[in-house]
């Protein structure tokens, strides 16, 4: 084989995992304009609407703890397809957004009122970390662990969260591994701990 035949071998080898990599960035394509719910017979411009953020936007009421109010397809149907969603997060003074992952998207965070500390960690446990005043934006990548904290105790933030998914997804550490039932025993040796440690853990999940 001539050089440049390789080359053009190599090239096409290259761009067919490139073209593979982006169909794979986001939810799989749909085949129709977007995807309306079976049983439902005729829809409008309010199909398309979500009036879900109204009240929060406006502050009213402000939530006691932590709170996350989604805007997926769940939520808001006409999102089935479209592989964006949202998510409006409410931290009274001091509280936090646990860690957690969004299996299937990653998170572009803008704060809109308030501070926020927040992080993530990577795949080699190296922890990125910084404060967002209002306006910043922050992008947590795609299956990493990370976290929000509202580190003024007297002010409340808000911020709202893009994902590239119509269903990102959350995985709450705390309550993966502690308000399950993963065995005692494998989470003592997990965490090189006693068991009467693990049920201490648990016990905060009781409900
Ligand atoms: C623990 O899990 C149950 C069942 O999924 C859930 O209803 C409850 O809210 C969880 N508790 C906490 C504190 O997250």
Do not use: C, W
Request: proline share 6%.
């Amino acid at each position: 084989m001539s050089s440049t035949t390789l080359k053009v071998l190599f090239t096409l080898i290259i761009s067919a995992f490139a073209t593979v990599k982006i169909t794979m960035a986001g939810d799989p394509n749909i085949l129709t304009d977007f995807v309306v719910p079976q049983g439902l017979s005729s829809i409008d411009g309010s199909f398309f609407t979500h009036t879900g953020f109204r009240a929060l936007l406006l502050g009213n009421p402000q939530p006691k703890a932590f709170k996350v109010t989604k805007a997926s397809m769940v939520e808001f149907p006409a999102l089935n397809g479209q592989s964006v969603s949202y998510a409006a997060l409410q931290f009274p003074g001091g509280s936090v957004n646990p860690p957690h992952t969004h299996p299937r998207s990653a998170e572009l965070l803008l704060v809109g009122q308030g501070s926020l500390q927040v992080g993530f960690v990577d795949t080699t446990n190296k922890l990125y970390t910084q404060k967002l005043q209002e306006g910043d934006m922050f992008i947590f990548p795609k299956g990493l662990v990370h976290f929000q904290y509202n580190a003024d105790p007297k002010k409340a933030a808000l911020a709202i969260s893009a994902f590239g998914s119509a269903n990102a997804g959350t995985v709450s550490i705390p309550g993966t591994l502690f308000n399950t039932s993963i065995d005692d025993n494998v989470l003592a040796l997990a965490f090189k701990t006693k068991v009467a440690t693990i049920q201490t853990l648990k016990k905060s999940f009781a409900y």
